[in-house]
């Protein structure tokens, strides 16, 4: 395994499964063999991708406490396997799962092994700012590898002290060494781009089934391709992958 990446957010309904699912699909057109596995106990979205092929993994124990051999069993397997992973986490497991993490130190284990561990947290506007913001403090403060922010525009620009530019918030600025890239999923017009992206993920379909489906005309699918390349060319132009084998303990120097 070259690399994990955990899509974590500690609010539920900000876009985790649909970003878990933008990049499964990224990594796969970089030519990556990509496994993907839902872990989310309440709203098991991720898996719903069935191109995907996203495994269930059910972590949680009926206690609400992370269920070890499960979660060991996964990081067993994953360390087995060659090509990538891309692991949708739920707001439900987010608290264990981040203490988990922390007391037994699988960041560093899988480092050890020579994996190359990547966080990813969607941020959202309104009303879920100050939660979503805490939350990416929370894993700031206590994952010691690379992380990139996913600003989803969707329900609204996200600002951050009075600046549309979140390079420019005191968030980043304190943070600035341990953040590796910021991706931005842009505020489309909500009567064709949004409606589009709306009617791809309830179906939950991918971008190249889409262009497939006959249940979308012309104009939606160059639309819906004009968003994929939006969000494969951030990272791609970002020197996303190069950032992150520079710095493998997620600091830059």
Known sequence: ???????????????????????????????????????????????????????????????????????????????????????????ATFVPLMSYIRESGVIELLKESGVDVVVHVPLQAGQGI???????????????????VWLNHYWGRIELNNSPVFEQSNVYKENSDRITAVIELENYNPDTFGKDIQEMTTAHLTFDEVQQSAQFKLMPKQRLKRVQREVFDQLAQKTFFEQIMENPNGVKS
């Open 1 to 91: 395994m070259k690399q994990i990446h955990f899509v974590l957010q500690g609010k539920g309904g900000v876009g985790k499964s649909f970003v878990a699912s933008l990049l499964a699909q990224y990594l796969k057109s970089t030519g990556n063999e990509v496994h993907c596995y839902d872990t989310d106990p309440v709203n098991q979205t991720f898996s719903r991708y069935k191109k995907l092929k996203v495994e269930i993994v059910k972590i949680l124990t009926e206690h609400k406490s992370i269920d070890v051999s499960k979660f060991d069993a996964l990081i067993e397997d994953l360390l087995e396997k060659d090509g990538v992973a891309v692991i949708d986490n739920g707001a």
């Open 130 to 148: 100050k939660d979503t913001v805490q939350g990416l403090l929370e894993v700031l403060g206590t994952l010691q590898t690379n992380v990139v």
